[in-house]
């Protein structure tokens, strides 16, 4: 990825997209720090500036913003080492500083952008309830006919996301986002690390659940497997892995 000497698809008015990461919060089911997904914000960024695309980086409330740890492909554990793409992301002085000095979602102006991105993590979980001024500007991308987008658990985004009129965004759209089989493995992946009391879970509830329960279509493509739909103006990636199937369906949206 060069971001010197993109390829823009119009260089004088290149498509601009704002990435909005989680701030750092704490997990009510474990006690955990929890914040956003490295792979979440890596990939789509890697494929948009790879077609000239502007790219900003926001965060509900501005700030410092932390990564949950397996996410980082140089994290002990090894969970993301395959992960090439955030690593070189996190090579670069420049770019890994970027989240260090995120604007708040607030100071996002809907006419400025033609797309905006929200990515997941656990903390999108335990804090977008609150996440007001991201949810009114979610809502401002659809409802203005620019491209609304979420993956993961940044797909929380639609349990709270009203119209004008109170009705929510997502009822009678086709939507994916973190599926009940994956919560499942993840769940029973650290209960068999001891990390975990058996029978508690990571997450306080669940996407696919919740995002049936409002009326929503939820689909999703099997466990891990990289996948996004989109229903209009309206796209959604499944999980961590998804960031790039996200970002190709922003761009066809967009035209390039």
Request: a negative charge; one cysteine or more.
């Amino acid at each position: 990825m060069s971001v010197k000497d993109a390829n823009p698809v119009n260089a004088r008015k290149p498509k601009r997209v704002a990435i909005v990461i989680a701030n750092p919060a704490v997990s009510t089911t474990t006690g955990w720090p929890v914040g956003f997904w490295w792979s979440e914000l890596t990939h789509p960024w890697f494929a948009f500036t790879e077609r000239g695309y502007a790219v900003e980086i926001f965060s509900p409330e501005g700030g410092r913003c932390e990564a949950d740890a397996l996410s980082d492909p140089r994290d002990p554990s090894g969970y993301s080492e395959t992960d090439l793409i955030s690593l070189g992301f996190l090579s670069s002085p420049k770019l890994a500083a970027l989240v260090d000095t995120t604007r708040p979602a607030a100071e996002i102006d809907v006419g400025s952008f033609d797309a905006i991105v929200v990515a997941g993590g656990q903390a999108p979980m335990f804090s977008y309830e609150s996440a007001t001024d991201l949810q009114r500007t979610f809502v401002a991308f659809h409802e203005a006919g620019k491209v609304a987008a979420a993956l993961c658990h940044g797909t929380a985004i639609l349990r709270y996301a009203r119209r004008a009129d109170g009705a929510l965004l997502a009822a009678g759209k086709t939507v994916t986002g973190f599926a009940n089989a994956e919560e499942d493995f993840a769940d029973k992946a650290t209960w068999e690390m001891g990390a975990l009391e058996r029978g508690k879970h990571l997450m306080p509830w669940r996407i696919e659940d919740e995002l049936r329960a409002i009326g929503a279509n939820y689909v999703q493509a099997g466990l891990w497997r990289g996948f996004a739909v989109r229903d209009g103006n309206l796209i959604t990636g499944q999980q961590n892995f998804s960031g790039a199937e996200t970002a190709r369906l922003v761009c066809e949206a967009l035209g390039g």
